[in-house]
């Protein structure tokens, strides 16, 4: 009896559980990857072994995060590869754009339903009235991710900017690969492609400098991100109970806190990416730093940002049609990238701020070009840039526009600083790790290359030893439950 009661724990391990999907953040999955890699080290030189096998590991992985909405992806891979091969092989332009187009809507289709169902029917119930109920849907892990990509593959084989893929193995090697399925980086099939074809061994410093990327990773979400996220949440969960200085320290905590979430995830990618000999790019550089807000969309998601330049601005006439086009285009790319990140209305305000302060960024940048850059130059425009990042993060925090309203009225009007050394006072850990987050943002990029050299260079034990004490972070400072990825809901 104790046998099949022991059977059914370990298989349970083993099955997709609602309450608990699998991300990075598990103890599961890096259980699961500490077998998975001595057996992909032993089918790397052999190509179509080896992708099958990852194939077969990020089908799982996708499992556990999802349950059996991963047969979506299989279902859009089957029909996208065969699309890209049509589309091709096709002389006839009119075929062509019909096959682009039935590829655009399929994909969109599965991504709009389970996504933006709901918010559509609330709207249309506030506007005609009714009893509507919403849909149980569990939103499939890194679906927005997913279907991205596998929309830059199509859109590249119509523009003939690569030859689509004959081989169907290779695509769904390219669209499963797990490190990139749940929350990006949304890295385009002539990047990734090409590497699976040489499939060169890792190098060293591959392997050693993806697991320095790993390791920054964990102590950014685990660490720094989840011990924050604590007061944020309280704050934001209640803003009417609290102070405007405690209210100005959740909106700080919470620009810290997303950017060490989602570039913490994005370092765990690239890291395990790395490890395996592939090169994933980069997806943060220090946002934090921009002058302006441009410069800040340069930085922060690159690999989003560039995805809605390539795939959305520059279509509908990017600045080739007039500075009021130009507008237009900035303000319909940025409300579609706010409302990507969430079906509420707050996530298109988020998204219409940024594309008002592109617009007005880039009417008067001719002024703008002719001040002197000195010191207090860049230093005010660091702070105008930062200010503004920082007060449209509250309406992408607030669940609704009452939440923010109210957290916004408060800074304003109910703000003193008497109440900084109390708050220092009774959350000395919590500003000290926003303090110690903020200052390593502007360490220098050089500087941490050097760290990373460092790190691979050194002999075992000493990384052993940096490993043991992360893991002794972790957990001293873990919450009562793993909180998940940010962006992996979007």
Same mark, same amino acid.
């Given at each position: 009896?104790? &046998? ?5 724990? &370990? ?25 998975? /890699? ?31 909405? !991963? ?29 682009? =187009? ?11 339903? !389970? ?21 149980? /849907? ?11 990509? =596998? ?16 081989? !169907? ?33 890792? =190098? ?6 993806? &697991? ?30 609290? =102070? ?123 002024? /703008? ?116 990825? &940010?962006?992996?809901?979007?």
């Amino acid at each position: 009896m104790l &046998l099949d009661i022991d059977i059914t724990h &370990l298989l349970s391990l083993f099955a997709f559980n609602r309450d608990e999907p699998m991300l990075f953040t598990s103890g599961l999955f890096w259980v699961l990857f500490m077998v998975f /890699l001595p057996l992909y080290a032993m089918v790397k030189s052999q190509r179509k072994k080896m992708m099958v096998f990852v194939i077969a590991f990020s089908l799982y992985f996708f499992y556990k995060s999802s349950g059996l909405f !991963f047969l979506l992806l299989v279902a859009t891979s089957i029909f996208d590869w065969w699309v890209s091969q049509f589309i091709d092989s096709s002389k006839n332009r009119t075929e062509r754009r019909i096959a682009l =187009t039935v590829s655009l809507v399929f994909s969109l289709s599965i991504l709009l339903f !389970f996504k933006y169902s709901n918010f559509v029917m609330f709207n249309l119930e506030a506007l005609i009235g009714g009893n509507f109920q919403p849909l149980d /849907l569990i939103l499939p892990v890194g679906i927005s991710f997913y279907t991205f990509r =596998t929309i830059s593959y199509v859109v590249d084989v119509y523009k003939k900017k690569i030859e689509p893929v004959d081989d !169907f193995i290779e695509y769904l090697f390219f669209l499963s690969f797990f490190p990139c399925l749940v929350a990006g980086p949304i890295v385009r099939a002539r990047e990734f492609i090409p590497q699976a074809r040489e499939n060169k061994p890792a =190098t060293r410093d591959m392997i050693y400098g993806g &697991l320095w990327l790993v390791m920054l990773g964990i102590l950014k979400k685990a660490v720094f991100a989840d011990y924050i996220a604590q007061y944020n949440n309280i704050a934001f969960g209640n803003p009417a109970g609290y =102070t405007g200085f405690e209210l100005l320290m959740a909106v700080l905590g919470f620009t810290m806190q997303i950017y060490c979430d989602f570039s913490g995830y994005s370092d765990m990618a690239i890291g395990l990416g790395s490890i395996m000999g592939f090169d994933l790019g980069i997806n943060f550089r220090f946002p934090y730093r921009s002058l302006n807000v441009t410069e800040f969309w340069h930085r922060w998601h690159i690999t989003l940002s560039t995805w809605l330049r390539d795939y959305v601005y520059i279509p509908l006439g990017g600045n080739r049609k007039g500075k009021v086009r130009q507008y237009f285009n900035l303000m319909v790319t940025m409300l579609l990238g706010g409302l990507w990140h969430g079906a509420a209305w707050t996530f298109v305000v988020w998204g219409a701020g940024h594309g008002i302060a592109l617009c007005v960024h880039k009417l008067c940048k001719p002024w /703008l070009d002719k001040i002197a850059s000195t010191p207090f130059t860049r230093s005010m425009s660091w702070l105008m840039t930062f200010t503004l990042v920082t007060f449209l993060w509250i309406f992408f925090r607030a669940n609704t526009f009452q939440a923010a309203g109210q957290v916004i009225n408060g800074i304003f009007t109910d703000f003193e600083w008497a109440y900084l050394p109390v708050f220092i006072e009774r959350r000395v850990t919590w500003c000290i790790m926003l303090a110690i987050i903020f200052g390593l943002h502007f360490v220098p990029a050089r500087v941490w290359d050097k760290m990373r050299e460092w790190f691979t260079g050194t002999q075992w034990w000493v990384k052993l030893l940096v490993f043991i004490v992360l893991i002794q972070l972790v957990l001293q400072f873990a919450s009562a439950t793993v909180q998940p990825f &940010l962006y992996s809901q979007f």
